[in-house]
């Protein structure tokens, strides 16, 4: 399975395009007033203790306050004050912890309000993003991800993934991690460590123990609500979890970006660099390589399987509801049964990129054509199951009721993506009244003149939906042809199908858009 990541840059963020057999799985946008991601540790201070649900509020930055659960202290809670504490002081220097005495374990069962008091500043870690009306879900649980390994502080045990099922491995790992960690630091041994040298596991671990001691000698100097440790940008992160064998290729359109990603998987896998390329195609890269389209077509309420059949999602307050249909496909089989069998297990497989993909979390219930036998109902099962296996939000599968209904719950830790897929009217804009169509060529060209003559602007690149780019540049002598030898200008035209047939976008050379100066005739 060959696997790519696309990474479309713009003004106000970027979108991540996950690519498995050229076929879109998950889809990330990460805007520029993303601030708080999973996995970043703040300086935060304690605004308000309610004791009916055993939690705090936490001012963090965010216009609300976010939410600590007794349960999400972590057994090293008082282990965590204390060097917190020590730090801020300035009475103690070994970031590294070498020397610390860990305070005793809290209670599993216990009241915050005798852990927690108002206006305590504590080092909080993001564990949910902010979704909806709440703000963000914190955890004092530490932990900090690496390629192979995660570091987690005032813990001593070592711990391996259950994914690695040789016994042999997991002693080895276990062996291996014992024996170059350093006291008061716990680690979990990720999938990914399988088979890795120690070369390899002795390098992340340290660049993970460089990151802890980095930030915490901000702590020192930090104020409430600073970001102590910040996680990598999406992108960054998407490739430290997913680079392996298979990745094939990881194409940036914008340089920066472009030079974080190679500068960071020199450093974690120096023979993967070359796969890191830099767009310089004339169109969108997601309008390249076909991404556009494949978002349009896949997070609409009806999405169409292979083959023939369609599911209908649905999305609610409480849950997500997907029904399967057969559509035309119920011709094609000898037996109802076998119809249903083989469009269910189509759609269990465009199920699971579905949650992937819209990131849906939760409650999901998935109503599958009637099947009779027990045995096609387990297959069904372990088909989902196994489908599944890829995701890595946690998950949790049960087989079909007596009503052929499914039930999954998913992690949600960030908002669902949410894309409208229903167009306004692209000429009327939903009024019902439009400009003639036919003007739209002239419009532009007049606007063109406008912004060349008048406002004298250089390099111009005017965005445009794909039927005006035939338009203007079709044939021996085009009208884009024409514009050079009247402004002496070569006019650079993109194609962009988001934009409505009658709309366009005049740009500058890096990518501004140009607003168009004209003065009323009252002025």
Same mark, same amino acid.
């Given at each position: 399975m060959s696997t790519e990541l696309l990474i479309d840059s713009a003004q106000n963020g970027s979108r991540i395009a996950l690519l498995q057999d050229k076929s879109l799985v998950e889809l990330h946008s990460e805007g520029m007033d993303n601030q708080f991601k999973v996995g970043d540790i703040y300086l935060g201070t304690v605004r308000k203790i309610v004791n009916g649900l055993n939690a705090a509020f936490i001012d963090v930055g965010y216009e609300k306050d976010a939410f600590l659960h007794y349960q999400d202290l972590g057994p090293n809670f008082t282990s965590l004050t204390k060097f917190t504490k020590l730090v801020r002081n300035n009475n103690y220097s070994n970031y590294n912890l070498k020397g610390f005495d860990n305070e005793p374990e809290i209670d599993k069962i216990g009241k915050i309000s005798n852990i927690l008091s108002k206006n305590q500043q504590v080092l909080v870690q993001v564990v949910k993003e902010p979704i909806s009306t709440k703000?963000?879900?914190?955890?004092?649980?530490?932990?900090?991800?690496?390629?192979?390994?995660?570091?987690?502080?005032?813990?001593?045990?070592?711990?391996?993934?259950?994914k690695i099922r040789s016994s042999d491995e997991r002693k080895r790992l276990l062996r291996l991690i014992n024996s170059i960690k350093p006291a008061n630091f716990g680690v979990i041994i990720r999938t990914v460590a399988e088979g890795q040298s120690v070369s390899d596991l002795d390098k992340d671990l340290r660049n993970l123990l460089t990151t802890w001691e980095e930030g915490m000698k901000k702590l020192l100097k930090a104020k409430s609500r600073d970001k102590i440790i910040g996680e990598m940008s999406m992108a960054s992160s998407l490739v430290r979890d997913l680079l392996n064998e298979s990745f094939d290729a990881i194409t940036v359109e914008e340089e920066s970006t472009y030079d974080q990603i190679r500068s960071?998987?020199?450093?974690?896998?120096? @023979?993967?660099?070359?796969?890191?390329?830099?767009?310089?195609?004339?169109?969108?890269?997601? @309008?390249?390589?076909?991404?556009?389209?494949?978002?349009?077509?896949?997070?609409?309420?009806?999405?169409?399987?292979?083959q023939g059949g369609y599911v209908i999602i649905e999305h609610t307050e409480a849950l997500h509801v997907i029904d399967v249909n057969s559509g035309n496909k119920s011709n094609q089989e000898s037996d109802q049964e076998s119809t249903a069998l083989k469009t269910n297990l189509v759609a269990a497989k465009e199920i699971a990129r579905q949650l992937r993909l819209r990131d849906m979390g939760g409650i999901i219930v998935v109503d599958f054509i009637d099947m009779k036998r027990a045995e096609n109902k387990k297959f069904i099962y372990e088909a989902m199951k196994e489908e599944l296996k890829s995701d890595r939000s946690k998950h949790t599968v049960l087989p079909l009721?007596?009503?052929?209904?499914?039930?999954?719950?998913?992690?949600?830790?960030?908002?669902?993506?949410?894309?409208?897929?229903?167009?306004?009217?692209?000429?009327?804009?939903?009024?019902?009244?439009?400009?003639?169509?036919?003007?739209?060529a002239d419009k532009l060209e007049k606007d063109l003149e406008h912004i060349v003559t008048i406002q004298n602007v250089n390099k111009i690149q005017i965005g445009l939906h794909p039927y005006l780019h035939a338009y203007f540049t079709t044939g021996f002598i085009s009208r884009r042809l024409k514009w050079f030898f009247k402004y002496y200008?070569?006019?650079?035209?993109?194609?962009?199908?988001?934009?409505?047939?009658?709309?366009?976008?005049?740009?500058?050379?890096?990518?501004?858009?140009?607003?168009?100066?004209?003065?009323?005739?009252?002025e």
């Open positions: 703000g963000p879900r914190l955890s004092c649980e530490l932990s900090l991800p690496g390629r192979y390994l995660v570091l987690v502080p005032f813990s001593d045990s070592v711990n391996v993934s259950k960071y998987i020199r450093s974690i896998a120096p @023979e993967k660099e070359k796969i890191v390329k830099l767009y310089n195609g004339k169109a969108k890269l997601f @309008e390249s390589f076909g991404i556009e389209k494949q978002i349009k077509s896949l997070f609409g309420q009806t999405v169409s399987l292979p009721s007596k009503f052929g209904l499914m039930q999954i719950t998913r992690q949600r830790v960030r908002p669902e993506v949410n894309i409208v897929t229903k167009e306004t009217c692209p000429a009327c804009n939903g009024t019902g009244k439009i400009q003639a169509s036919i003007l739209v200008k070569w006019i650079k035209l993109i194609k962009d199908s988001s934009l409505p047939v009658t709309e366009y976008r005049f740009l500058d050379e890096s990518g501004e858009e140009i607003e168009l100066k004209i003065k009323s005739e009252t």
